[in-house]
Nanobody, 115 residues
Framework: QVHVVESGGGSVQSGASLKLPCVGS????????ISWHRQPPEKAREWIAT???????MYTPSVEGRFTLSRDDTKNTVYLQLDSLQPEDTAVYTC?????????WGQGTQVTVSS
């Protein structure tokens, strides 16, 4: 079973940036389709971005142009770069790895953005 771990969250001011790594426990992680989701307080979890192994990306409109996905296969790591953060971006961010016949979720990392 592949395990994934997110980190890099924190409390920042509006307009700040954060970079959230999602680290896979096995090399097979590098062949996974990686998605990021977030869950604001008192709201349902929503999908925000997906990165395919070949480098293609897709973002939900509310984050497109501000959030950027990348990966470093030598480190079994996918990064979610968060720029121009706003209070409405406050949420628990989780990464999801999908391979052949399995899906693995990370534990989540808290991002808090203050005005």
């Amino acid at each position: 079973q592949v395990h994934v771990v997110e980190s890099g969250g924190g409390s920042v001011q509006s307009g700040a940036s954060l970079k959230l790594p999602c680290v896979g426990s096995e090399d097979s992680f590098n062949g996974d389709i990686i998605s990021w989701h977030r869950q604001p307080p008192e709201k349902a979890r929503e999908w925000i971005a997906t990165l395919w192994p070949g480098g293609a990306t897709m973002y939900t409109p509310s984050v497109e142009g501000r959030f950027t996905l990348s990966r470093d296969d030598t480190k079994n790591t996918v990064y979610l770069q968060l720029d121009s953060l706003q209070p409405e971006d406050t949420a628990v961010y989780t990464c999801q790895g999908t391979g052949d016949d399995r899906t693995t979720w990370g534990q989540g990392t808290q991002v808090t953005v203050s005005s």
